[in-house]
C-alpha cells in the first residue's frame, strides 16, 4: 500500500515540532505522539509538552494521562491536531498554521538583515509588555531554541535600533517565520509587512518550498499575513491547567 501523502498542515506541524524538540532535554515517544521535557525551564509550556501528532488520533483519556506524565511539573499541558470539548479547570487556546508557496515576495526596502543579538531589547519590550509574568522565562527559552536552529533575523532600524523584526527559523523546503513585532510608537507604517516579506523571501531563496507562520487564531495578525499570501493550513489545540 503506498504511504499517505502528507498535508502542507502535517509538514508544517512536523517542522515546527523540530524546532521545540530540538530545544528540550529530552522527547520521550508516545503511541501516539511526543512528551517534550526541559528540565533547565521547567515553567516554559512549549518546552513542556505532551503532542498528539496528526493521524493519530486524541486517547480519550490523554487529559489524564496528563497527570502521570507531567506529575513533576505545576502544570499539564497538551497540544492536539483537533478540538475537543475544554473541561472546567482548564485554558484553551488555538494556534493558526498559516503557509504559502512561491513566488517570493520582494523584500522590504527598510529591513536590514542583523546579528539576533541586535533584537534582544525589542523582544525584551514586547513580551514584558504582553507577557510580564512569563517574559523572562519565555527570553531564556528563546536562548536555547534559537542557539539550537538555524536562525536568521531582520529588522527595521532606526538610529541603531530594531523598531521591528522577524525571524527565518530552520533550512531544508519547510521554514517557519517566527518572532514578527513592530515597536508600538512605529505601528501604521507597513513595516511589519516589510519584515515579513523580507523573512519570506530569504526562506524561498535558502530552498524552502512551503513557508509557515503560526498565529494566534483569534488575533488581528492573522489579516495581515494572509494579506501577504499566507492561507490557513492546520490549526493546533492547547490545553493548560495549573496544578
Do not use: K
Not at 511526543?34 to 509550556?45: K, T
Not at 512551503?210 to 498565529?215: D, E, Q, T, Y
Not at 489579516?223 to 491547567?241: D, I, Q, S
Amino acid at each position: 500500500m503506498a504511504p499517505t501523502a502528507r498535508t502542507d498542515g502535517d509538514r508544517v506541524r512536523a517542522q515546527e515540532r523540530t524546532y521545540f524538540d530540538a530545544g528540550a532535554d529530552r522527547v520521550d515517544r508516545l503511541p501516539y505522539g511526543s512528551h517534550r521535557v526541559c528540565d533547565a525551564l521547567p515553567r516554559l509550556l512549549d518546552l513542556n509538552a505532551v503532542c498528539v501528532h496528526p493521524g493519530h488520533g486524541v486517547p480519550g483519556d490523554v487529559l489524564e494521562q496528563l497527570d502521570g506524565l507531567q506529575a513533576h511539573r505545576a502544570f499539564r499541558h497538551v497540544e492536539l491536531p483537533e478540538p475537543i470539548a475544554v473541561p472546567d479547570g482548564w485554558e484553551s487556546d488555538r494556534i493558526v498554521h498559516l503557509a504559502r508557496r512561491g513566488p517570493a515576495p520582494e523584500p522590504g526596502p527598510d529591513v536590514a538583515e542583523v546579528d539576533r543579538a541586535a533584537l534582544h531589547d525589542l523582544r525584551a519590550e514586547w513580551l514584558h509588555g504582553e507577557l510580564p509574568h512569563v517574559a523572562d522565562t519565555l527570553l531564556a527559552g528563546d536562548d536555547r531554541l534559537f542557539g539550537a536552529t538555524p536562525t536568521r533575523a531582520w529588522a527595521v532600524l532606526e538610529d541603531g535600533r530594531a523598531v521591528a523584526m522577524a525571524l527565518t527559523v530552520g533550512t531544508g523546503d519547510v521554514q517557519m517565520v517566527e518572532d514578527v513585532y513592530t515597536t508600538p510608537s512605529h505601528r501604521g507604517r507597513g513595516l511589519a509587512g516589510q519584515v515579513v516579506r523580507t523573512a519570506t523571501a530569504a526562506a524561498f531563496a535558502a530552498g524552502a518550498e512551503l513557508v509557515h507562520i503560526p498565529a494566534d487564531a483569534d488575533g488581528t495578525e492573522r489579516r495581515l499575513y494572509e494579506g501577504l499570501g499566507y492561507r490557513e493550513v492546520a490549526v493546533t489545540t492547547r490545553l493548560t491547567r495549573w496544578v
